[in-house]
């Protein structure tokens, strides 16, 4: 699993290992790793760091001195390395002469061609967009150039992930000692390209009380999906009840039912008017009201259907509320619930949840699931370009590293809720029910699509395949 933590936690963890160092060591640790990562870009794409035109966009900060010092590095090993910097009166001393000493150089504006370029100009105490003159640095680099990000993307916000205004896009992110949420969560992880971890040596578990996100590797998952026993029956498996569809939309029906039975429920038990359509695609689908060990409930139901939102959050049992069913949702109803409940908005139904833009929802998304999760009492699944399963303040957001775009596309939500009712009527906890639904419909996406349009129903059926990982 990679875990995320916040700036202030990062930096706690900085401040107690440098008081162990000797000075200006812990920024030696960064700068190697630094200077080694880009090496391998430039022997990857011109074959060696002999003579390769690297410059540096340098900020005022210890982010500057990082850059300063890794190119040094790379000048001593036969680069050209040019250094421009935000603000010439304002430079890392230190960094600057050890350039200074291997042969770099200072100039006042932008190369107009370079092999790589390394953007040094805002660290991970950045707030709210690049300045104008950090902006006009950045939208000089030139283009062909491969643009390494030290730590963070400039103008990306390390906590969030969100960006105000201008920012570098990256190909590379080299961060050191500890992930960024900024990295893993949009619009900013988008910004960070490949993002490369450098251990520095801080030891972040012991400092701070847990993690702001994390995300979930093929092994994590893979120990968390139910297995069949000997002594499994189709009711130990889990029975799921769909509650889903309407005259106007039975193919949500269909498809939530699908998502549901390939997602690994012993049974699926339909409630609904689309039971025709059901039985037509699926015939081993349990039609009528009976025991099961979650719903879902949402899907399709149209307008006028808030009783059997009540209904279904009346049952102890673990619910999953989806699409109009998020409609009906009654905060204080919710957090009187004893058993779990999981929410899986995507940012408009998000947006009218919360009582605000979808434009905000989507700039903030972070904020937005923590937000909701806290309001409504209940894990909330975000979807969206980057997913994120928030169980409450006390523990890390996930973030969803699979997907394809793709996936945007009608019904795919529909399969992604019967998957995930079929995880909670196996067992699994609320919130690994949904990180763990989220991961292989994110895989199953990747290999229906193969590069080219989707349905939701090709969706459901790639499932199995990626089940196994």
Not at 27 to 49: D, F, I, N
Not at 191 to 198: I, K, M, S
Not at 278 to 284: I, K, M, Q, S
Request: glycine share 14%.
């Amino acid at each position: 699993m990679r875990t995320a933590y916040g700036v202030e936690d990062v930096r706690a963890a900085e401040r107690e290992l440098m008081a162990r160092l000797p000075e200006g060591a812990l920024m030696q640790r960064a700068a190697a790793g630094l200077a080694a990562a880009c090496a391998g870009l430039l022997k990857t794409a011109r074959g060696a760091v002999y003579g390769a035109r690297i410059v540096l966009l340098v900020g005022p900060g210890d982010n500057g001195g990082d850059a300063l010092y890794a190119g040094a590095r790379l000048a001593r090993r036969g680069a050209g390395v040019t250094a421009v910097p935000m603000d010439p009166q304002r430079v890392h001393a230190g960094g600057l002469a050890a350039l200074r000493g291997a042969g770099g150089r200072l100039a006042e504006a932008v190369p107009d061609r370079a092999d790589l370029v390394l953007d040094g100009l805002v660290g991970i105490g950045g707030r709210g967009g690049l300045r104008p003159a950090a902006a006009e640095l950045a939208e000089r680099i030139p283009a062909g150039a491969v643009v390494v990000a030290v730590d963070l993307p400039s103008g990306v916000d390390a906590d969030t992930g969100e960006v105000a205004g201008a920012a570098v896009r990256a190909d590379v992110t080299v961060t050191f000692g500890a992930y960024k949420p900024g990295l893993l969560i949009e619009p900013g992880a988008s910004l960070a390209g490949e993002v490369r971890l450098v251990d520095i040596g801080l030891d972040l578990a012991a400092s701070a009380p847990h993690a702001a996100a994390e995300v979930l590797e093929a092994r994590d998952v893979a120990g968390l999906l139910p297995r069949p026993t000997a002594t499994s029956d189709k009711y130990r498996r889990g029975v799921v009840g769909v509650i889903a569809g309407s005259v106007q939309y039975p193919g949500a029906a269909v498809l939530a039912v699908a998502g549901a039975l390939r997602g690994g429920a012993g049974a699926v038990r339909y409630v609904g008017p689309a039971a025709e359509a059901v039985l037509a695609r699926y015939p081993e689908t349990l039609i009528g009201r009976g025991r099961v060990q979650a719903w879902v409930v949402g899907p399709g139901l149209g307008d006028g259907r808030a009783a059997e939102v009540a209904e279904a959050l009346a049952d102890p049992v673990p619910v999953l509320v989806d699409a109009d069913g998020l409609r009906a949702l009654d905060p204080a109803a919710l957090r009187a619930r004893t058993a779990p409940t999981l929410l899986t908005p995507h940012a408009g139904e998000a947006a009218a949840l919360l009582g605000v833009a979808r434009e905000t929802v989507e700039s903030g998304r972070l904020a937005a699931v923590r937000e909701l999760a806290g309001r409504y009492g209940a894990t909330t699944l975000l979807k969206g370009a980057t997913t994120l399963v928030c169980g409450g303040a006390a523990t890390p957001v996930r973030v969803n590293p699979t997907g394809s775009h793709w996936l945007a596309t009608a019904g795919s939500g529909d399969v992604l809720s019967g998957l995930a009712g079929s995880l909670l009527a196996a067992g699994l906890a609320v919130r690994d029910a949904a990180s763990v639904a989220a991961y292989v419909h994110g895989l199953a996406a990747r290999t229906a699509a193969r590069g080219a349009p989707l349905l939701a129903q090709d969706l459901a059926e790639a499932l199995p395949e990626a089940w196994r990982l």
